[in-house]
């Protein structure tokens, strides 16, 4: 007998293919993505915001989501910064 092992020995001593296809990271990126539609489905309704220009109205989860992005941008650039 040979001591190598062929793809589908491999996979029938492991357990069965199809089950590999929900790793516990692919189930974090639904859980993920599922709360993230809930928050934008429950957010939808318009708000006004007025900062250093005239009023705008916008989605709330878009005000959010451009918050969320300036602090990450600043924060990228304050750990960027401090490696230096």
Not at 17 to 36: E, M
Not at 63 to 76: D, Q, R, S
């Amino acid at each position: 007998m040979s001591a190598k092992r062929t793809t589908r020995d491999r996979s029938s001593a492991s357990g069965s293919r199809a089950g590999g296809f929900f790793t516990p990271g692919r189930i974090a990126i639904l859980v993920v993505a599922a709360v993230t539609l809930v928050f934008i489905f429950e957010n939808r309704h318009e708000v006004r915001i007025r900062v250093l220009i005239p009023e705008v109205t916008m989605p709330l989860y878009f005000a959010l989501l451009a918050t969320a992005v300036l602090g990450a941008v600043c924060g990228y650039y304050l750990a960027a910064r401090r490696r230096r």
